[in-house]
């Protein structure tokens, strides 16, 4: 599976930004995509997810209510609707997928994008 993600950018402090992440390869082994942020030296950390064959999501507290996660099957697509951006989401997103897991640590996915820069100025 390969994973590319697109749609970052320069947003000043409550705007939006949409973000996508087209699947190529073996797409019928995802269960679960995700997306994750790194900031400048900061970990990793878990934003959004979604199972690939269902409609429930999940978010991290820091974003719920502001982030939606969708997904488009028939282009193999997943979106990151990003509403009310503050300077603190301001990191490298990245999409991740995996063909069992389903929760919300990123040591368990084993397929990466290469990431897109979201900054958000004050």
């Known amino acids: 599976v390969q994973l590319q993600a697109s749609g970052g950018g320069l947003v000043q402090a409550g705007g939006s930004l949409r973000l996508s992440c087209a699947a190529s390869?073996?797409?019928?082994?995802?269960?679960?995509m995700a997306w994750f942020r790194q900031a400048p030296e900061k970990e990793r950390e878990f934003v959004a997810r979604?199972?690939?064959?269902?409609?429930?999501?999940y978010y991290a507290d820091s974003v719920k209510g502001r982030f939606t996660i969708s997904r488009d099957n028939a282009k193999n697509t997943v979106c990151l609707q990003m509403n009310s951006l503050k300077p603190e989401d301001t990191a490298v997103y990245y999409c991740?997928?995996?063909?069992?897991?389903?929760?919300?640590?990123?040591?368990?996915?084993?397929?990466w994008g290469q990431g897109t820069l979201v900054t958000v100025s004050s």
């Open positions: 991740a997928a995996d063909g069992s897991y389903s929760g919300s640590s990123r040591d368990n996915y084993d397929y």
């Open positions: 390869g073996r797409t019928f082994t995802i269960y679960t």
């Open positions: 979604m199972r690939w064959g269902g409609t429930s999501a």
